[in-house]
């Protein structure tokens, strides 16, 4: 039977066209048009406002560190691949990503060699020497960020907003004047001198694009808009946050202290941007929700407790590492598959 | 006898190094290597211990019954342990104060009981020591390539004495060094980064050798029987 028709395909040119209907190719059999392309541009359309805000707000050098740090991962990608003999995929721009996110976890004012060994901590040890995009354990830029807390110096010279750093050198300590954050005063606890309002806008000194949470929480709705991301994590993670603050603060107001501490440092931008990254945030919307939750609780904890001020770094990295056992959590049925009985004896 | 200690220190250095293939002794090898000097002393009380614990296991291995070996092979070791530890201790005290508590544990490095029980309870006494001496040079070789990149990345300088003075400088007084280096999680990095290199350097000598020998074969094969080497060409 079967060789008949291929005969017939074969041999009759006319036939070919009815061949070609009957082709049967598994699912899913209709597409969305997204790609890892069009979902990092949409990710770095959604993170540019906060990042040009941190660019008004610290001046020039921001601009630079970005420019750095962007062009270094994306030529660490193209270098790593071209030496694995992978294929080069720069142009898919999740490389550029990785170095937007990086150059935002920065303050303005450190020296240009960091973002470079940033870029080359995210993309070549943690993304392409894990088998490249989409195989990482944990979030290149984060991890990047941890590891430049090796010169813990150079990564907490923050400026106080509108202090603009225009120039290409900075000599910390005569050019510009470092301004506790108002997550270091929340830490030591006090309610930061900085109103909540200002903190909401980001009028506030920290690192160039995790200051204003408007402007993330917009660029956030823009990725649920674009159903880039879910709103499991996000909500998750801040909605933690502020219960546990709310009920145990440590200065002030509960109300109060609990937005001090949801505008403060960078929960936004990584509750929205990093936790769901998605080669390492879990699946299944169960699982997203006890991974948002996890971050929470680890956040503040380290907050509370830790000799850090900010712990979302940590708790990130922390529960990407954790996404393996999440996905097991709350994976659907398969259909006809039946719970295993206990043998009864 | 001679090829058999070449062959017997191609081992223990490269083709089964105990740090890089044999991924044994990991705790000494994460813990001492923050300074070339450090590993060096490392190096050399293990290559001293591996030496005499193998030579008397082996001079013992037909008295010592088969049930109590272990803890035999224990006391034994840590007799040589405990002698060393001393020596260091009377001899290089900035050493011993850098090292700490890595003397004492050799005892129970694993790296040492393998031996004696891989090879010195099974082989003739001057074997057994010179597979001391060659396993012992691998970790040593091996604890100095984690050091010497730990260190220059870490603070700049090179073969500093142990208690952090002296060494040379490298990138120049600018350098403003990477702590995360001297750190645990910067040791198993460059662990990684180590024994990845080792890895490729070994595979490419391997192949290099194993062409030349394919290539000699087929050659010797050519004059013997054609049809024979024109199929080993297709397979390679």
Known sequence: MKKDSNKISTSDGGMSAEAELLQVSSSPHMKARASTR????????????????????????????????????????????????RPVTISDFSACVTGLLLAMNLPVTVPLWIPVVGAFFAIVVV??????????????????????????????????????VNSLAVNSGADVTA???????????????????????????????????????????????????????????IGTVAVITYLFPKAGDSFDFMLYEIFAGGL???AIFMATDYATSPLTSAGRVIYGVGCGVITVSIRYFGGYAEGVSFAVLIMNLLTWYLDNLGMPKRFGETVKKKKES | ??????????????????????????????????????????????????????????????????????????????????????????????????????????????????????????????????????TGAGFTFALVCVAF?????????????????????VFGGGYPGAPIFLLPAGAFLTLGFVI?????????????????????????????????????????
């Open chain 1, 38 to 85: 069009s979902i990092m541009i949409d990710v770095i359309i959604a993170l540019l406002p906060a990042y040009i805000w941190g660019i008004c707000v610290f001046g020039n050098r921001a601009l630079l560190i970005g420019a750095v740090s962007v062009i270094s991962c994306a030529a660490f990608e193209g270098i790593t691949q071209f030496i694995l003999r």
């Open chain 1, 127 to 164: 993304k392409q020497l894990f088998g490249g995009i989409g195989k990482n354990i944990v979030n290149p830029a984060l991890a990047a960020r941890v590891f430049l807390f090796s010169w813990a110096s150079d990564m907490t010279g923050f400026v106080k907003a509108g202090d603009r």
């Open chain 1, 179 to 237: 301004s506790a954050t108002p997550l270091a005063s929340l830490n030591s606890g006090a309610l930061p001198s900085e109103t909540i309002s200002d903190m909401f806008v980001g009028n506030i000194s920290g690192s160039i694009g995790e200051v204003s949470a408007i402007l993330l929480l917009a660029g956030g709705i823009y990725l649920l808009f674009r159903k880039t991301i879910t709103w499991h994590i996000p909500v998750s993670f």
């Open chain 1, 268 to 270: 936004m931008l990584g």
């Open chain 2, 1 to 134: 006898m001679k090829s058999n200690v070449g062959k017997q220190f191609k081992d223990g250095v490269i083709a089964n190094n105990p740090v890089f293939v044999q991924l044994l002794g990991m705790c000494p090898t994460l813990a001492t290597t923050t300074a070339v000097v450090n590993a060096l002393g490392m190096g050399a009380a293990v290559i001293v211990v591996l030496m005499f614990s193998n030579l008397f296991i082996s001079l013992l291995r037909k008295i010592i019954p088969k049930q109590v070996r272990i803890a035999s092979y224990i006391v034994i070791i840590s007799g040589f342990v405990t002698a060393v530890e001393l020596i260091i201790k009377a001899f290089f005290p900035s050493i011993d104060a850098a090292l700490g508590l890595f003397i004492p544990l050799i005892v129970v490095n694993c790296i040492i009981l393998a031996r004696a029980e891989a090879f010195a309870s099974k082989n003739r006494p001057m074997p057994s020591m010179i597979d001391g001496i060659a």
């Open chain 2, 149 to 169: 990149v730990r260190e220059l990345l870490g603070t700049g300088k090179i073969f500093a004495s142990a208690d952090g003075t002296g060494g040379l400088s």
């Open chain 2, 196 to 236: 990845a290199a080792v890895q490729k350097i070994a595979s490419v000598i391997d192949k290099r050798s194993q062409n030349k020998k394919t290539a000699e074969a087929s050659e010797t094969a050519c004059g013997v029987a054609r049809d024979l080497s024109y199929n080993e060409d297709e397979d390679t």
